[in-house]
């Protein structure tokens, strides 16, 4: 009788883990690698929430099992993540990413191990240019993507001199020489040029009376995270804004900054893929479900997260399981998002998408972005890749 009881239940209790192992082996395993302290966390936190509100969007929270690891923006970091979530998690997918210097560094471990990467953020062109990877698709932007507008059409405004500033990585260098080359392109001519430290800069004032010595007609910049906040409230401070106009990389007055940054952001003429005062059915209805999740406006962060979620959902819902499925599914991911029509370019695996160029005006209801201008389908050249 014993013996008969124990075998049942142990005849049941087999049963049941092979059929929560069953349950377990159908979850996609997504390796989730942010920044979530640093210069740059509350970006990680920002994209980490749009992912996740894709997957409850679908209804699929359940369908996949998410570990994360931090990036602190730090490319030594980054690399110890990433084969962690690759070697020994042995995830499906990588998301995420937010600085160009980390990408830079993981981006030959993602291709040798051939691990679907779906890039959240970090914009370095040569991971859908001359260093692309049939394993890298992106859904964020690319640096050069989001900047190159800016350089016919801050010409057009009547600006002929500009100085530029950016933090010396791999992403200021790129932001700030697609806008450049664009400007110089259209007959401007840069007066000069700096790079500050990156993360460790606190005080821009020096480098601020460098550039006013310049006389340039405007100042271009692109600063992102901790360092945009504290750009454009000193930029203020210092009272050169009437006289030598603002402009730059649109994450400088992202929405994510906007409360911290206050009235100091007003006038500062910007180009970016995403705003949250988009006048669409469907940014609308994401303004919502992003606001009812986390009682805030989302920024351009909490859609590429989306984005990265909903891109993955997509490849699941066409039938991928695996890392080369994954892969090769997330090629065809097209519809129109909060940000507008979005496709990825089979020729690079970057994003083809509007980048919108836009001011923040003092609105009914505090702070706001008005919409200016929108340049449609921005297309990357493809730069040395060859994926096709
Ligand atoms: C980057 O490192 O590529 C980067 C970081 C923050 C941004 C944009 C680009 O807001």
Not at 45 to 54: C, K, S, T
Request: charged residues 20%; contains cysteine.
């Amino acid at each position: 009788m014993k013996l008969a009881m124990t075998t049942a239940l142990a005849g049941a209790m087999t049963l049941s883990a092979s059929a929560a192992f069953a349950q377990d082996e159908e979850k996609i395993d997504v390796g989730m690698i942010l920044p979530y302290v640093g210069v740059y966390a509350s970006l990680g936190e920002e994209i980490d929430q749009g992912f996740m509100l894709a997957l409850e969007e679908a209804g699929m929270t359940d369908r996949f099992n998410i570990i994360r690891e931090d990036t602190e923006a730090s490319p030594q970091v980054g690399v110890a993540a990433t084969r962690k979530l690759i070697l020994e998690d042995e995830v499906d997918v990588l998301t995420g990413l937010v600085s160009s210097g980390v990408l830079g560094a993981v981006r030959d471990f993602v291709d040798q191990s051939q691990t679907p990467l779906i890039v959240s953020n970090a914009g370095n062109d040569e991971a859908t240019g001359e260093d692309c990877s049939p394993y890298i698709t992106r859904v964020s932007f690319s640096n050069a993507q989001v900047n190159r507008p800016m350089g016919q059409w801050l010409y057009d405004q009547g600006m002929r001199t500009v100085y530029t500033l950016a933090p010396d990585y791999a992403a200021g260098q790129q932001h700030i020489g697609a806008f450049v080359e664009a400007f110089e392109e259209a007959g401007g001519e840069v007066v000069g040029q700096d790079y500050t430290p990156f993360g460790q800069t606190q005080d821009f004032g020096p480098y601020l009376t460098t550039a006013q010595a310049a006389d340039p007609d405007a100042i271009f910049v692109f600063y992102a995270g901790s360092e945009a906040i504290n750009f454009v409230k000193q930029y203020d401070s210092f009272g050169i804004k009437e006289e030598t106009p603002l402009y730059g990389s649109g994450f400088l007055t992202s929405q994510l900054y906007l409360e911290a940054e206050g009235p100091a952001a007003v006038g500062v003429v910007t180009s970016l893929h995403y705003v949250p005062t988009l006048d669409t059915p469907e940014n609308k209805a994401f303004v919502e479900a992003f606001q009812a999740a986390a009682d805030r406006l989302p920024s351009e962060y909490a859609v590429q997260g989306y984005d990265a979620g909903r891109s993955l959902v997509e490849a699941v819902k066409a039938g991928a399981t695996d890392r080369e499925s994954i892969k090769e599914a997330l090629r065809e991911v097209s519809y129109t998002g909060p940000r507008g029509p979005l496709e990825i370019d089979p020729a690079t695996n970057n994003i083809v998408q509007n980048v919108y160029i836009y001011d923040i005006v003092e609105g009914e209801n505090g702070l706001t972005q008005e919409l200016i201008d929108t340049v449609e389908a921005v297309r990357d050249e493809p730069n040395g890749c060859e994926l096709e």
